[in-house]
């Protein structure tokens, strides 16, 4: 039996981020019932030099200081990506930050990366490391978020500080540089500060011990000259996976929520197709030499399936979270798999891009 539907009404009626709070700790605690086991053999991908047992994953935001990493993975993703975490802690933007769109089935938040920092998270991870390493014996993947301090006057340096200070938890990394509620964050998704960036970040993965696959955040609000001049700077470097996309600070005529005029990133059913449009624009721009992952609006087996024919090799959602429940990432991966079977796939990556021209 779901849950979820009785449990919905109750967390409508309390705000957004303590809502969220309470989802956190519940898990935290344990006392969220897990999905059921699956097998899919047709949804097994590798990208970037990594396994996933099938594309699904949690896109960043919902577990920013890995509180419940591992009981995540009892939920049925085949990756869990936390952050962004900053190299120190901060506050984040006033409260209330976060807004329910319900008619829309849409999210809006301005958190502004609230979040425990660097040091808190590998405190974290090393105690989770025992379970951590059992999780990744079942196949599932840790994905680190890193960002930059809204004060700093390094952001380069922040970013460095990041890669190696979770580099040894974390089998991947995502460069965050497409929220909209750091100022002037987006800025470096372009020219001179991007190359500067990367150059950076690539150099000092280098370094490491190991090679850790760098993967790097843009926004949907990339006009196509735009995402033409990135894939151009991002053909340079030997980054492992690009995530397409961030939320939106753009406004669908479509929108009825009270809540739509508040400022900050939409997320939700809205971004779906501004979202799968850019994502499709960069697997065409790209020759799919890139892996890409898709995110927005995913609230469905076929949306999932959607992305993967737009260009993504895997798939991450967070909003239709709090819509449907953790019943929807079960949902989502038997409807793939029925989908693949009715289009006569025999495995997901067959689909990935057949509908990006
Ligand atoms: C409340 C909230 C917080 C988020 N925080 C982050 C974040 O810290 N870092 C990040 O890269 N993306 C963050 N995101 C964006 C999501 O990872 C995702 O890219 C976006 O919400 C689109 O997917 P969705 O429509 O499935 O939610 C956040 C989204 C929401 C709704």
Redesign the pocket.
């Known amino acids: 039996m779901k849950i979820y539907p009785l449990l919905k009404p109750l967390l409508f009626k309390i705000d957004?981020e303590t809502a969220?709070r309470a989802a956190i700790r519940a898990l935290a605690a344990g006392v969220v019932p897990s999905q059921p086991h699956l097998a899919h053999g047709p949804l097994n991908i590798r990208v970037s030099g990594l396994d996933f047992r099938h594309p699904i994953g949690l896109?960043?935001?919902?577990d920013?200081n890995a509180e419940a990493a591992v009981p995540l993975f009892a939920q049925g993703f085949a990756a869990v990506?936390c952050?962004?975490v900053t190299p120190r802690p901060q506050m984040g933007n006033p409260k209330p930050r976060?807004f329910r769109l319900a008619e829309d089935e849409?999210?809006i938040?301005r958190?502004g990366?609230n979040?425990e920092g660097l040091d808190a998270l590998r405190r974290r991870l090393q105690t989770a490391q025992g379970k951590l390493a059992q999780v990744r014996a079942h196949g599932g993947v840790l994905g680190i978020?890193i960002?930059k301090n809204k004060d700093s006057e390094d952001a380069v340096a922040d970013y460095v500080t990041m890669l190696q200070g979770v580099a040894e938890y974390a089998d991947y990394v995502?460069v965050?540089i497409?929220?909209p509620n750091t100022p002037g964050l987006r800025d470096m998704q372009a020219g001179s500060a991007l190359s500067e960036l990367l150059d950076a970040v690539c150099g000092a993965r280098e370094k490491l011990p190991r090679r850790v696959p760098l993967w790097l955040?843009v926004a949907p609000d990339l006009t196509d000259e735009q995402v033409a001049a990135m894939v151009e700077t991002l053909s340079a470097y030997p980054l492992d996976a690009l995530?397409v996309?961030?939320?939106t600070i753009s406004r669908s005529e479509t929108l009825r929520s009270a809540h739509k005029a508040e400022q900050g990133?939409l997320?939700?059913?809205p971004?779906?197709t501004l979202?799968t449009d850019r994502l499709k624009l960069f697997y065409r721009l790209t020759d799919g030499k890139i892996p890409l992952v898709g995110?927005?609006?995913?609230?469905s087996a076929e949306d999932a399936y959607g992305k993967i024919r737009s260009g993504a090799s895997l798939v991450?959602?967070?909003?239709?979270l709090a819509y449907q429940g953790f019943g929807l990432v079960t949902d989502i991966r038997r409807g793939l798999a029925s989908a693949l079977e009715r289009d006569g796939f025999t495995s997901i990556s067959q689909a990935i891009g057949v509908d990006a021209s």
């Open positions: 957004p969220h896109a960043a935001g919902f920013k990506e952050g962004t976060m849409a999210v938040n958190l990366f979040n978020n960002g995502t965050n497409s929220s955040k995530i996309s961030n939320t990133g997320s939700g059913k971004l779906f979202s995110v927005g609006g995913v609230a991450q959602l967070y909003s239709a």
